[in-house]
């Protein structure tokens, strides 16, 4: 008897669900630590201007997708959790930066979520085109995204500002995700993306490792 006979296809379908909702939900925890980091050090600036303008397009894309396609409630719940997560983190970069450029940055974001939210009627009308362009306008965000953070922290020689608990909860739940994404399975896109995330965990560890001295109590932290 193999595990294809004692698994029913019931009891698979539980778990992948299961697995669903676990590592979205560790994708959503993933941001508290580096919230709590840009907290005590007062600045958002640990984090890639580029990484966090691609999360937050690519979450934005996403909620679109989501909501087009009709994706199980567990994307629904979850997803939107993620962009205000996402807003959170871009709103302690622009509060806590000082610098000249603010006003720069300000418009950026601020132009960027006005263009979003001016789609919402063409996504009402048509949901399933807007709903495959978001979706794929989604996948190459995310493939990408990450690359700016691994070469702010290479150019820098540091990882101050930057939560190692936030690459460990990501870890977590790219993990699982792979799994349930070969498991189930489900489209290629979904398990290269878990695939990619697991892998820029391993490039963002072995970054911790090589520049952990650089690490300071930040001196407005706790």
């Keep these: ?30 941001f508290l630590p580096q919230i709590w980091t840009n907290y005590q050090c007062k600045s958002g600036k640990g984090i890639s201007e ?7 397009n690519a979450y934005l894309f996403i909620l679109y997708y989501i909501f087009c396609v009709d994706m199980p409630l567990v994307y629904r719940i979850i997803v939107p959790t993620h962009v205000a997560a996402t807003l ?6 622009l509060y806590y930066d000082t610098s000249s450029r603010v006003h720069y940055y300000r418009m950026l974001y601020g132009a960027n979520i006005l263009v979003a939210m001016l789609c919402i009627p063409l996504a009402w009308s048509h949901a399933a085109l807007v709903g495959c362009v978001a979706g794929w306008c989604n996948f190459t ?11 702010k922290i290479w150019r820098h020689k540091s990882v101050e500002g930057f939560s190692f608990l936030f690459v460990l909860a990501i ?4 993990s699982i995700e792979s799994v349930v994404a070969f498991a189930h399975p489900l489209p290629p896109q979904t398990q290269f993306n878990a695939l990619r995330g697991v892998v820029f965990v391993v490039i963002f560890c ?12 930040c001196p407005h932290g706790g």
């Design 1 to 30: 008897m193999n595990i294809q006979d004692i698994i029913t296809a019931p009891s698979r379908d539980t778990l992948v669900t299961i697995g669903m909702w676990t590592s979205l939900i560790f994708y959503f925890l993933c």
């Design 50 to 56: 580029w990484m966090l303008l691609g999360y937050l």
């Design 88 to 93: 959170v983190l871009v709103a302690q970069r």
């Design 141 to 151: 965000l995310c493939v990408v995204n990450q690359i700016p953070q691994v070469v």
């Design 171 to 174: 870890g977590i739940a790219a």
């Design 206 to 217: 072995i970054q911790f490792l090589l520049y952990k001295k650089t690490i300071k109590e």
